[in-house]
Nanobody
């Protein structure tokens, strides 16, 4: 089992920056961020594998940066130039397998942290 705890969400004006963190109870090869806005399906945002390779959904490329600290099993998401359409609950996900997919079939999930961007 892997426990994931997100933090760092909040409210910000458009154009602002937020940094999300996800603390994992142990190392996993892959960690990812997903988000779900009200009335919409869950969407993969960014993923990082054990080699440090990353993948982003098109809408956040150039604005969001995913990274991880393997010494502390912590995942980060720096979100720059935030837009109102980034408003959502953000979830951390993990897999013991190495993958760079943004499909929602990850075995481990956190409880989420809310991000609200006002115009």
């Amino acid at each position: 089992q892997v426990q994931l705890v997100e933090s760092g969400g909040g409210s910000v004006r458009a154009g602002g920056t937020l940094t999300l963190s996800c603390a994992a109870s142990r190392y996993t090869h892959t960690m990812a961020w997903f988000r779900q806005a009200p009335g919409k399906e869950r969407e993969g945002v960014a993923v990082i594998d054990s080699a440090g390779a990353t993948r982003y959904t098109d809408s956040v490329k150039g604005r969001f940066t995913i990274s991880r600290d393997t010494a502390t099993n912590t995942l980060y998401l720096v979100m720059d130039n935030l837009k109102p359409e980034d408003t959502a609950m953000y979830y951390c996900a993990a897999d013991v397998l190495s993958r760079l997919t943004l499909t929602g079939d990850y075995p481990y999930w956190g409880q989420g942290t809310q991000v609200t961007v006002s115009s």
